[in-house]
């Protein structure tokens, strides 16, 4: 299995931004996929999740900005990032969980400016 975030960039606080993950090599449409990150010196943080169902979860400090979807059909899924802040400054990966098992793609670096 292997998973391709994209969508990363450099914007303006106040902006926006949509990520993409793809997977191949396996990921069933029932896996729960999840988008993480990680700023620099602290430590790797849910941001949100969705089951296969439609079901989604997110992080306090990011409902309401952040929509996470999901596209079965291309075993892909999304984040899309509204009213970015420089605190949401980050590297952020997407992520699988499958039979107990995460798996994870490469980060993609998301860089908000005051």
């Known amino acids: 299995v292997q998973l391709q975030a994209s969508g990363g960039g450099l914007v303006q606080a106040g902006g926006s931004l949509r990520l993409s993950c793809a997977a191949s090599?396996?990921?069933?449409?029932?896996?729960?996929m999840a988008w993480f990150r990680q700023a620099p010196g602290k430590e790797r943080e849910f941001v949100a999740g969705?089951?296969?169902?439609?079901?989604?979860n997110y992080a306090e400090s990011v409902k309401g900005r952040f929509t996470i979807s999901r596209d079965n059909a291309k075993n892909s899924w999304y984040l899309q990032m509204n009213n970015l802040k420089p605190e949401d400054t980050a590297i952020y990966s997407c992520?699988?969980?499958?039979?107990?098992?995460?798996?994870w793609g490469q980060g993609t670096l998301v860089t908000v400016s005051s």
């Open positions: 992520a699988a969980l499958q039979i107990e098992r995460w798996y």
């Open positions: 090599g396996g990921i069933a449409s029932g896996a729960f």
């Open positions: 969705i089951t296969g169902g439609g079901n989604s």
